[in-house]
């Protein structure tokens, strides 16, 4: 059985990062605690002794895709300032929280404990293998890099229409 405390730390660290994620309303303060909600992630993972997936999180996750949203959204007028909007989104999170809380509280309430997935201790090759086997999903994989260049591309265009004509 896996110590409950760290995992319990960092599941609510990550639970409290996901909701300032869709509450906050500046989307520096966004970025901010997206970055706390993948390193709580990461965390996760090297509790559960899981070390490749929780340093694959921290460079992927915190260092490419945050800086990346950082950069966007210097590019946006006012650093992408929100405008007011009603209740209504803190209550649909409120109630998508709740929900996700209620599965997983059930899917613990029915196993019982906590077990790791396996005891095998894999290595980079016997990780690495499925990423260059000729039967593997690693063409959705590749297919982020044009998704994010496609969301700069829209990021700078809705800035340069809200900036007006150039004199």
């Known amino acids: 059985m896996l ?13 409290l990062s996901a909701l300032g994620v869709v509450l906050l309303r500046r989307p520096v303060h966004v970025a901010l605690s997206l970055l706390a909600h993948s390193l709580s ?26 800086v990346l949203f950082l950069i966007v959204v210097a590019l946006l007028p006012a650093g992408g300032k929100e405008q007011a ?11 998508a929280f709740g929900a996700i809380l209620a599965v997983l509280a059930a899917l613990y309430a029915s196993s019982g404990t906590l077990r790791p997935a396996s005891t095998q201790i894999l290595g980079v090759k016997d ?9 593997t999903l690693l063409g959705a994989f590749e297919l982020t890099a044009p998704l994010l260049l496609a969301s700069v591309v829209g990021a700078i265009s809705l800035w340069r ?7």
Do not use: H, K, W
């Not at 990780?127 to 039967?135: A, E, H, L, T």
């Not at 229409?161 to 150039?166: I, V």
């Open 41 to 66: 992630v990461a965390a996760l993972y090297m509790s559960m002794s899981a070390e490749f997936a929780a340093v694959a999180q921290t460079v992927i996750y915190s260092g490419a895709i945050v």
């Open 127 to 135: 990780i690495g293998r499925p990423f260059f086997d000729r039967n």
């Open 3 to 15: 110590p409950l405390v760290p995992i319990s730390i960092c599941c609510g660290l990550a639970a």
């Open 85 to 95: 909007a009603g209740g209504s989104r803190a209550a649909s999170a409120l109630i």
């Open 161 to 167: 229409r809200q900036e007006g004509p150039s004199s």
